[in-house]
């Protein structure tokens, strides 16, 4: 038995991940930054990545990229979101590029560049219609000619984000517009762009039907690479494995019980009005693990028992005719939010390991 609760990080499975996955782009020419907040910069996930061949590392976390620059890994370092002001001296000092949206801030990223006797590179994110983080189009022209004067600023990318908050899918129409815009944008400005950055795991299913990628050069990839699939249909990607991270707890209860509370029933600990299914008697096995410690929802088991209901610190399953007892562990694979979670719950412990991925993945 190990400790729990815990998640096991299969480093074998994310670097097969990740060189299948550079090779698909790199046959279109296209270069991945692996983004590694859903893993919190682990140092070992990104050590893996850039032996796979990923030359940029992002994060959204300013921390995150110190811990990485302070492990003395040797990539380029770019911080996925535009910076709070009270960020600005430390993304001067650890990322080597930040992804920007407002004139003030990179106001003070120029100063603060001049101060330090560095040049901060800058990726400016627009506008596709996502409504998350963007210059609107029409606004970029007049935009970059202001940062063209800024001290110590030097525009290394365009770069947009589609699927993440509005769920907007980048299709081949959109990405067309986006690319037509960049190519624009250089002529207009003679600007070398290192980095067009087109989206994200979301990408997948345009790369591989389209005809012509455009001036994309760059994807930035998380999910994909961390857990085999693209994002805007949750589909498995082939060759790759789904199954590098699973998460670990332990049974602290197990009785035979009712499968409904009996007495007045009113909201629960999270403010919920639940109802219940009669399933009659049923083994209830209670895990010693909760919504505190991970996003409970994103859990399936990889038995047949079924998730009845979560609280602050236990989980309860139907068990099924399974006989669980106490001290009996219980596995679950996990979807982004779940793994996300549970890679930033101090409550869980982290096991990396290097089993052999030479096994066929699933094939989507």
Known sequence: MGINPRIEINLEKIRHNAMILKELYGKQEIQITGVVKGVVASPKVAKVLIESGIKSLA????????????????????????????????????????????????RALSAEAVRQEKIHQIILMVEMGDLREGIMLKDVPAFIQQVLNMPCIQIAGISTNLACYGGVIPTE???????SFVKNIKRKFALRLPYVSGGNSANYNWLMNTKDVGEVNNIRLGESILLGRETVN?????????????????????????????????????????????????????????????LVSGLTPLKIFDILGSSSDHIILDAKKINLKPGDEVAFSLDYGAMLSAMTSPYVNKIFTFRDAKISPESG
């Open 173 to 179: 129409q959109k990405m067309h517009v986006f690319s």
């Open 59 to 106: 994060d959204s976390k300013i921390s995150n990229i110190e811990k990485m620059k302070k492990a003395k890994l040797k990539a380029t370092f770019i911080l996925l979101r535009t910076p709070a002001m009270s960020e600005v001296q430390k993304v001067v000092e650890y990322a080597d590029i930040s992804m920007n949206t407002e004139l003030e801030v990179i």
């Open 234 to 294: 949750g589909k498995l990607i082939p060759k790759l494995f789904s199954d590098a991270f699973c998460f670990i707890a332990e049974v602290i209860e197990s009785k035979l019980k009712p499968s409904v509370p009996f007495g007045t029933q009113g909201k629960n600990a999270f403010g919920e009005i639940v109802s219940f299914q009669d399933r009659g008697i049923i083994r209830r096995a209670i895990l010693g693990v909760g919504r505190q410690d991970i």
